[in-house]
């Protein structure tokens, strides 16, 4: 029996989403509330696409997975280990490398969507 592959829409909309406190060991500012609906997850389950979003405030972080990120709404500043900070905004697009560690700042709210792959 064969799956029929078929195209797969991800939705900009994270109304319906729980939103969940991040995690209070990584929090270095705020209490920022963060909403995510994974939308696909391919047969093997290392890569997904989907929309993340998120109140004002500052974590840690630390990826075990190389993300592609595409900025729907507002503005974050993401720092590297040794202090090099970069602003991304609405429209922007980037990529987080698997192995980087540093933080993410959100200013105001934030909404994004993203493409993982883990090996």
Known sequence: MTTEKKLQRISADLSEQQATETDKSKCLSGN????????????????????????????????????????????????????HSETVVQGDAFVIPAGFEGTWETI????????????
């Open 32 to 83: 920022p509330m963060q909403r995510i609906h994974n939308q696909f997850a391919n047969e093997k389950e290392n890569f997904f696409c989907g929309t993340w979003g998120s109140t004002e405030g500052k974590w840690s972080i630390s990826f075990s997975e190389d993300e592609f990120c595409y900025i729907i709404k507002g503005k974050a500043i993401i720092t590297d280990q040794s202090g």
């Open 108 to 119: 105001g709210e934030v909404e994004k969507f993203y493409s993982m792959y883990e090996e």
